[in-house]
Structure formats: structure tokens, C-alpha cells
């Protein structure tokens, strides 16, 4: 077991695949109830109801089984429920039409260096850069950051408040 690291929010947790390794970052929005992106469990052959995933906390903790819930492929989109949890509950969501533009943001997640460096988690600060519509049908918010990595998908972007 890792020593949890109190830099790390405690509702961020990372998407573990077969082996147990971290390949993702998931998200805590209601006690038992997880957020990722739907293309990480595509990537892993887990994107199907009732698929059982491995999770663990971002800033170290035991790992615990999840169940994937809810598939929202156009919109990236997955919901995993469990019995354990992560420690704690993200606040409440805010539509990413709010944001003002180049609002400061960032996202903390899982990350994959390309090189033989690693760390548990990486900060990614940015700014907001409004929205946009993929393919004429959905709506999207975007963030521009030099720090964001493979990993961190499922990761919320959160709004940096002095």
C-alpha cells in the first residue's frame, strides 16, 4: 500500500487495468460513484455494463473493485459504481458554458511520461478556452495546458480560485 499523499485531492483516483496497473484517472461525484472517460474503458475491453474495473486512490491508498454503471460513448463518458470509494466527494459541477474565458483551470491526474521517469500524479495548470461542438452534435468545454499527459483522461478540470 501506498502512504496517501495529501497534495492529491481525495475524491481523484486512477483507472487500474487487468494487470493493475494505472492506465487513467477517474473522479468522485457522489459516495460510490465514479467518473472516467468512456475511451479508457474502450482501450481496456471494459466498456460494456456491469464490466468489473480496478481502482485505486490518485494520492495512494489500497485499490478496490468498481462496476462500470453507465456508457456514454458520444460524449466520452463513463460511470463506475463500488462499495468502498475514494475518500472523498468532488464539489459540485459547474457547466463548462459558465466558465469565462482564460479563466485559470487545471487538472491533477495519473500521468505517463515518455520516458522512464514516474510519478504517481502531475498538476497541469491552464486556462479556459471556451468551447466548441464536435461533429455538429456535441458540445464540449476545452482547457490549453502544456502539462496535460496521456493518463489523465477521466480527469475534471477544475477552476482555480484565489
Known amino acids: 500500500m501506498t502512504a496517501a499523499d495529501g497534495r492529491v485531492p481525495g475524491y481523484l483516483g486512477r483507472v487500474l487495468d487487468s494487470g493493475g496497473e494505472p492506465v487513467a484517472t477517474c473522479f468522485q461525484v457522489a459516495l460510490g460513484v465514479l467518473v472516467t472517460a468512456w475511451h479508457v474503458l474502450d482501450d481496456l475491453g ?34 463506475l459504481t463500488c462499495a468502498t470509494g475514494l475518500a472523498r466527494t468532488a464539489g459540485a459541477l459547474t457547466a463548462t458554458d459558465q466558465i ?15 520516458d522512464d521517469r514516474t510519478a504517481r500524479f502531475l ?5 479556459w ?13 476545452r482547457m490549453t495546458s502544456t502539462a496535460v499527459l496521456p493518463g489523465m483522461s477521466g480527469a475534471p478540470v477544475v477552476r482555480d480560485v484565489d
Open 46 to 79: 471494459m466498456a460494456a455494463e456491469d464490466a468489473g474495473v480496478w481502482v485505486d486512490p490518485l494520492g495512494g491508498g489500497d485499490r478496490f473493485a468498481a462496476t462500470v454503471a453507465r456508457l456514454d460513448p458520444v460524449h466520452d463518458l463513463a460511470v
Open 100 to 114: 469565462e474565458l482564460r479563466a485559470a483551470v487545471s487538472v491533477t491526474g495519473h500521468c505517463v511520461f515518455d
Open 123 to 127: 498538476n497541469a495548470p491552464g486556462e
Open 129 to 141: 478556452a471556451g468551447g466548441t461542438t464536435w461533429d455538429d452534435a456535441v458540445p464540449v468545454g
